[in-house]
Protein backbone atom coordinates (compact mmCIF):
# COMPACT_ATOMS: atom_id res chain seq x y z
CA UNK A 1 0.00 0.00 0.00
CA UNK A 2 1.16 3.93 -1.25
CA UNK A 3 1.96 5.10 1.99
CA UNK A 4 3.16 8.63 0.86
CA UNK A 5 -0.04 10.48 -0.28
CA UNK A 6 2.45 13.02 -2.30
CA UNK A 7 3.46 10.25 -4.99
CA UNK A 8 -0.10 8.40 -4.62
CA UNK A 9 -3.09 8.55 -7.55
CA UNK A 10 -6.50 7.24 -6.63
CA UNK A 11 -7.58 5.40 -9.62
CA UNK A 12 -11.56 4.52 -9.88
CA UNK A 13 -12.41 1.32 -11.90
CA UNK A 14 -15.79 2.26 -13.33
CA UNK A 15 -16.46 -1.36 -14.37
CA UNK A 16 -15.33 -3.18 -11.20
CA UNK A 17 -16.44 -0.17 -8.64
CA UNK A 18 -13.19 0.09 -6.71
CA UNK A 19 -10.55 2.13 -5.74
CA UNK A 20 -7.08 1.46 -6.66
CA UNK A 21 -4.38 3.58 -4.85
CA UNK A 22 -1.40 3.50 -7.29
CA UNK A 23 2.01 4.71 -6.37
CA UNK A 24 4.20 7.21 -9.37
CA UNK A 25 7.89 5.54 -9.24
CA UNK A 26 9.66 8.92 -9.75
CA UNK A 27 13.16 10.06 -10.12
CA UNK A 28 15.46 13.41 -10.91
CA UNK A 29 14.48 12.66 -14.56
CA UNK A 30 11.23 12.17 -13.72
CA UNK A 31 9.70 14.93 -11.56
CA UNK A 32 6.03 14.90 -9.94
CA UNK A 33 3.76 17.88 -9.21
CA UNK A 34 4.33 19.32 -5.26
CA UNK A 35 1.08 18.92 -3.48
CA UNK A 36 -1.09 21.25 -4.61
CA UNK A 37 -4.71 22.60 -3.20
CA UNK A 38 -7.85 24.44 -5.19
CA UNK A 39 -6.24 23.34 -8.41
CA UNK A 40 -7.98 22.10 -11.72
CA UNK A 41 -7.99 18.24 -12.88
CA UNK A 42 -9.33 17.26 -15.78
CA UNK A 43 -9.35 13.52 -17.54
CA UNK A 44 -9.75 12.49 -21.09
CA UNK A 45 -9.48 9.49 -21.85
CA UNK A 46 -6.47 7.78 -19.81
CA UNK A 47 -4.37 11.30 -19.70
CA UNK A 48 -5.21 13.77 -16.25
CA UNK A 49 -4.43 17.52 -16.73
CA UNK A 50 -3.48 19.19 -13.82
CA UNK A 51 -3.57 23.27 -13.30
CA UNK A 52 -2.52 25.71 -11.18
CA UNK A 53 -3.52 25.47 -7.41
CA UNK A 54 -1.27 26.57 -4.41
CA UNK A 55 2.38 24.63 -3.72
CA UNK A 56 4.80 25.99 -1.65
CA UNK A 57 3.62 29.42 -3.59
CA UNK A 58 0.32 31.23 -3.18
CA UNK A 59 -1.04 29.86 -6.56
CA UNK A 60 1.08 28.92 -9.98
CA UNK A 61 0.31 28.26 -13.86
CA UNK A 62 2.16 24.93 -14.03
CA UNK A 63 0.62 22.22 -16.43
CA UNK A 64 0.95 18.77 -15.40
CA UNK A 65 0.17 15.72 -17.45
CA UNK A 66 -0.48 12.19 -15.89
CA UNK A 67 -0.39 9.49 -18.92
CA UNK A 68 -2.03 6.29 -17.66
CA UNK A 69 -2.24 4.61 -21.30
CA UNK A 70 0.56 2.65 -20.11
CA UNK A 71 -1.13 1.40 -16.90
CA UNK A 72 0.12 0.11 -14.22
CA UNK A 73 3.33 2.53 -15.26
CA UNK A 74 1.88 5.90 -14.61
CA UNK A 75 4.37 9.05 -15.36
CA UNK A 76 4.07 12.35 -14.91
CA UNK A 77 4.79 15.14 -17.95
CA UNK A 78 5.61 18.95 -16.23
CA UNK A 79 4.51 21.08 -20.18
CA UNK A 80 6.42 23.56 -21.29
CA UNK A 81 3.94 26.10 -22.55
CA UNK A 82 5.24 28.24 -25.79
CA UNK A 83 2.99 31.12 -25.41
CA UNK A 84 2.28 31.12 -21.60
CA UNK A 85 1.92 34.76 -21.51
CA UNK A 86 -1.33 34.62 -23.54
CA UNK A 87 -2.88 31.98 -21.05
CA UNK A 88 -5.06 32.24 -18.07
CA UNK A 89 -3.52 34.28 -15.44
CA UNK A 90 -2.48 32.77 -11.86
CA UNK A 91 -5.21 31.37 -9.87
CA UNK A 92 -6.11 29.32 -7.15
CA UNK A 93 -9.48 27.81 -6.49
CA UNK A 94 -11.53 29.46 -9.49
Do not use: E, F
Amino acid sequence: MVTDIHIAVNLYDLTLKVWNVQGITTSAGSPAPGARRLHTSNCLDDIMIIYGGGTTQPADTDIWILNATAYPTLAWQRMNIANASQGPNLRMGK
